[in-house]
Nanobody, 127 residues
Framework: QVQLVGSGGGLVQAGGSLRLSCAVSGRTFSTYAMGWFRQAPGKEREFVAS????????YYADSVKGRFTISRDNAKNTVYLQMNSLKPEDTAVYYC????????????????????WGQGTQVTVSS
């Protein structure tokens, strides 16, 4: 089993920054990639960014490209999401996920590519 604990959310004004963290414990050696998703009230969970543990390959949703950066610290088994130039439309609960299998990038942009999820952390951006 793999356990994920997300943290770092909060309330920030538009244009501000936040950094989310996702600590991974348990069978960490079995995970292939990590991803961040978000879900706003009344909307479906949407892909934000993904990263592979081995070579750090990253992929971003168009809506966050150039503003958000996903990174990983293999020694700490932790993945980060640095969010800059935040907009009110970034308001959502952010979830981190862990993928056990070496899925393609396309699959990793969907929730189907992830086997484990963190509990979610709220990000609220005020205008």
């Amino acid at each position: 089993q793999v356990q994920l604990v997300g943290s770092g959310g909060g309330l920030v004004q538009a244009g501000g920054s936040l950094r989310l963290s996702c600590a991974v414990s348990g069978r960490t050696f079995s995970t292939y990639a990590m991803g961040w998703f978000r879900q706003a009230p009344g909307k479906e969970r949407e892909f934000v960014a993904s990263i592979t543990w081995s070579d750090g390959s990253t992929y971003y949703a168009d809506s966050v490209k150039g503003r958000f950066t996903i990174s990983r610290d293999n020694a700490k088994n932790t993945v980060y999401l640095q969010m800059n130039s935040l907009k009110p439309e970034d308001t959502a609960v952010y979830y981190c996920g862990a993928a056990d299998s070496s899925y393609t990038r396309v699959i990793l942009t969907t929730h189907l590519g992830y086997d484990y999820w963190g509990q979610g952390t709220q990000v609220t951006v005020s205008s």
